[in-house]
């Protein structure tokens, strides 16, 4: 029988498929005889049943009318191959996809017979198999609609009572493979958005409620991991741990579209039951009182990262104005007091047994009276950098508010970057209100001075009080009714009890304290300017061009700090870096002011987690090495160039495009440049100078190859370079360039043994983790490629050696003398902005002045 079907017919025609169907139905047992004709025909008959859809209905319509589906469902009961069931759950899944026709696919759900293959048992443990069966329920799900979905369901009194497709497939939500799970979301998400009330209901109540609960305890647990993963990265700086973190953060965020995803649908029970379960599963137990160091459910750093990421992607009111409430609570409240221990540690592993076993269970109620206890800066005199990481941090009784902010004073780097990540999140949280905004002292201004400006205009007292009053009031504002609001709900659904002292208190005095961290903060010397960015972004969003809010203690503050680092920038000035030092300064100018003036935060939440990248820092990099000192010019640039933004801005003024500095002046007459006969351009290879002042030097860059150059120092404006020239033998008193190195760094030394010899420190001629196009090489660098040059030159006498020596001294000071000259405006900035340093032609007149340099 199986052997007729190689005979010869046409592939696409009505008379196979008739053909393939009898032959089907002939079929009585499957074994291995007649196995393969089984597969072919199932094959087969799904590209007929395609290729009819499309050309000629005749086909389908002979499909329903030998009830084909009903041969599939039996040659599944008659067969123990794996392969067959395969390939039948393959057949069918290509029909569902490819037809197009409404009337093929009612006919397809109709009948019971996908609801059977759904159920039926398949052996799973093959997973190949499961791989179909998934593909199977997905292809199914991608047609569903308000009338389609119907067939798949039963119904007692209009309610359903059976959906054999959801059911069956949230089975597999939580299956290992990630292919599985992805799968599984999209049926769910398929099936929500078909907005059937009936199935909406269904989904909703118990039993099947419970598959949004362990949706938040698996995604519970996933944190648990990345914690433990940031936890080891951060102890062991393992370099492949960062990917590691990425692909869990991955997942992580996955989870939380998919959460998002889901009550975008529209399912108001469902939006509720995620929210409640997140609080009562995640935030509460774990993530909130993690924010205490002496906690540790999951880690300070990853429950900052993971707060950053449901606030931006879990847009649910109520969750986000509970979670800024909570913030006013001290961490205690919300540790179980089954897993409170003396040490106040808490177990992650045990609290998820907990939840399996009482999804009920409230979290216990603590009585606190929390007082604020960061101490405000207004109080003291002068905050010293050196100082910042001396002070004690918050009370253990103080709110987790308090909590941040003293991150952001005393923390380490991480600790700024993740409490800094979350008060930009929360400014930024539309679905927050402004009230809680206010309480927290984060409104930005302008929203501050519009609210109250609305209150005084429909005739509330303190908006109007508030408005036009230049002291501090103790008027209970409306945020205390709104914060009352999600306290009372922390209370009566979460068993948290949080008294909060403060709701007579004005949210100016909040304003005050973020102030006063947040200028504590650009004090500190231990943070990287990048994290120092992030706090300046912060800080223009609450002062926006004014000066209402910012005292004489912060401007004296910000004024002591950045005349600190003037004075490392001045010494700058006569480092290895000095000829780049002016054009470092534009440029880190330009993204700064792009950075502080942008609409959001320049980093993603997973930043928090990522350990600092470090090149030159790192051990293994010698730091006498120009490219650490190159990193720490750098570093120092961007704090200056930061703190003298934030001056500006805080005096009310825009911030200009380019920095305060002196334009270029015309090289004096008896220049050596000059007298050399230099371009503008600068000294190339190949280009032709007079050797005035040149002194002939012996220099061996191969063992054994000697070479004669005339030597020459020279400098130009900001630029220097030392000259290796050829002398034209048919030329007297000219020369040709041959090698070219930057003045700048090369700590000229004449040899204590030999007073002939003049040895030359030659670094790089430009930094290569500025240069873009330079940057990836240099992170895949190694050691020995970030050591310096060193040139020993050799001099007819002691004299000429000296006479060298001396020429290169005096270049490097007339360099040194221009590049501070440039600067002196913002060295000595006063907070006046003088408009004849600035010009439109600056930008041009430092491209004619900068000149290319070119390294061995």
Request: contains cysteine; aromatic residues 8%.
């Amino acid at each position: 029988m199986w052997l007729s079907f190689w005979r010869s017919r046409d592939r696409f025609s009505l008379d196979e498929l008739r053909y393939l169907t009898d032959q089907l139905q002939k079929v009585q047992i499957v074994n291995e005889v007649n196995k393969d004709f089984v597969i072919e025909a199932l094959r087969s008959i799904a590209e007929l049943i395609t290729y009819g859809d499309q050309h000629d209905s005749n086909y389908f319509e002979y499909f329903m009318e030998k009830q084909v589906m009903g041969e599939f469902v039996r040659i599944l009961k008659i067969s123990r191959s794996v392969t067959v069931s395969l390939q039948l759950l393959q057949t069918i899944s290509i029909m569902i996809q490819n037809l197009k026709s409404e009337h093929a696919i009612y006919y397809m759900f109709s009948n019971e017979h996908i609801n059977f293959l759904i159920t039926y048992a398949f052996d799973f443990h093959n997973e190949e198999l499961l791989s179909y069966y998934i593909s199977f329920l997905r292809a199914i799900s991608g047609k569903l609609n308000r009338n389609t979905i119907s067939l798949l369901v039963k119904t007692h009194n209009e309610v359903v009572v059976s959906f054999p497709l959801y059911v069956e497939a949230t089975r597999f939500a939580f299956h290992e493979e990630n292919m599985i799970r992805t799968a599984v979301r999209a049926l769910t998400l398929n099936v929500y958005h078909v907005g059937d009330e009936s199935v909406n209901r269904f989904v909703a109540k118990s039993p099947h409620a419970d598959y949004f609960s362990n949706l938040v305890t698996f995604f519970l647990k996933q944190c648990i991991d990345l914690n433990a993963l940031v936890s080891k990265v951060l102890k062991n700086s393992d370099p492949d741990g960062t990917t590691m973190i990425l692909v869990a953060v991955d997942e992580i965020e996955d989870n939380l579209y998919y959460f998002s995803d889901v009550i975008s649908a529209g399912i108001p029970d469902v939006g509720r039951l995620i929210t409640d379960k997140m609080l009562q599963f995640l935030i509460i137990p774990f993530l909130l009182p993690s924010l205490r160091l002496d906690v540790v459910n999951i880690g300070a750093i990853t429950s900052l990262y993971l707060l950053c990421c449901i606030l931006r992607i879990v847009k649910i009111k109520d969750l986000a104005n509970t979670i800024a409430a909570a913030l006013f609570c001290p961490a205690e409240v919300f540790i179980p007091k089954s897993e409170a221990k003396l040490n106040g540690h808490v177990s992650g592993h045990s609290y998820m047994n907990e939840i399996q076993q009482s999804e009920g269970e409230n979290v216990t109620e603590v009585d606190a009276c929390p007082k604020a206890s960061l101490p405000a800066l207004a109080g003291s005199s002068q905050v010293h950098p050196e100082d910042a990481t001396q002070n004690d941090f918050v009370s253990s009784h103080g709110p987790l508010r308090d909590v941040l902010l003293s991150y952001i004073t005393n923390g380490n780097d991480l600790q700024v970057l993740g409490s800094l990540s979350v008060l930009a999140t929360l400014l930024q949280t539309k679905e927050l209100d402004e009230t809680m905004l206010d309480a927290l002292g984060i409104l930005p201004q302008r929203k501050q001075h519009k609210k109250l400006l609305l209150q005084a205009l429909v005739g509330e007292g303190s908006g109007e009080d508030q408005l036009f009053a230049s002291e501090f009031g103790s008027i209970r504002d409306s945020f205390s009714s709104d914060l009352d609001v999600y306290l009372q709900k922390l209370k009566e659904q979460f068993g948290v009890v949080c008294y909060f002292p403060e709701v007579g208190t004005s949210p100016r005095v909040h304003r005050f304290q973020v102030l006063d961290a947040l200028v504590s903060l650009f004090c500190r010397s231990d943070i990287s300017a990048e994290t120092l960015w992030d706090g300046g972004w912060l800080l223009r969003q609450l002062l926006p061009y004014s000066e209402a809010e910012f005292n004489n203690h912060h401007l004296k503050l910000l004024k002591d700090s950045y005349k600190n680092c003037t004075g490392a920038l001045l010494e700058e000035t006569r480092g290895s870096w000095r000829d780049l030092l002016e054009t470092v300064l534009c440029d880190e100018w330009k993204k700064c002011k792009r950075a502080v003036e942008a609409s959001s935060p320049r980093k993603e939440p997973k930043c928090i987690l990522m350990p600092l990248q470090k090149s030159s820092y790192d051990d293994s990099i010698p730091s006498e090495s120009s490219i650490f000192a190159g990193e720490r010019m750098c570093e120092l640039v961007k704090v200056c160039v930061l703190l003298l933004q934030l001056q500006i801005f805080s005096l009310g003024r825009p911030l200009p495009e380019q920095p305060p500095i002196y334009l270029p002046t015309d090289l004096a007459e008896n220049s050596r440049a000059r007298t050399a006969g230099l371009d503008v351009l600068g000294p190339k290879p190949g280009v032709e100078l007079r050797l005035v002042d040149a002194v002939p030097c012996r220099i061996a860059f191969e063992r054994g190859k000697e070479r004669h150059f005339c030597f020459l120092a020279i400098s130009m404006g900001t630029s220097g370079w030392i000259l290796l020239i050829e002398e034209l033998p048919l030329k007297q008193h000219h020369g040709v360039v041959r090698i070219i190195a930057p003045l700048a760094g090369c700590k000229p030394r004449i040899d204590d043994k030999h007073s002939r010899w003049l040895h030359l420190c030659i670094r790089p001629s430009s930094l290569p983790f500025v240069d873009p196009a330079k940057s990836v090489t240099f992170r895949k660098m190694n050691t020995k490629a970030l050591v310096d040059g060193r040139w020993t030159l050799a001099f007819r006498n002691e004299e000429s050696c000296k006479i060298a020596l001396s020429m290169i001294l005096e270049e490097i000071s007339q360099q040194s003398s221009e590049v501070e000259r440039r600067l002196r405006p913002l060295l000595e900035f006063q907070g006046d902005l003088d408009t004849s340093i600035q010009s439109p032609h600056h930008s041009e007149a430092l491209s004619a002045s900068a000149t290319p340099s070119n390294s061995l």
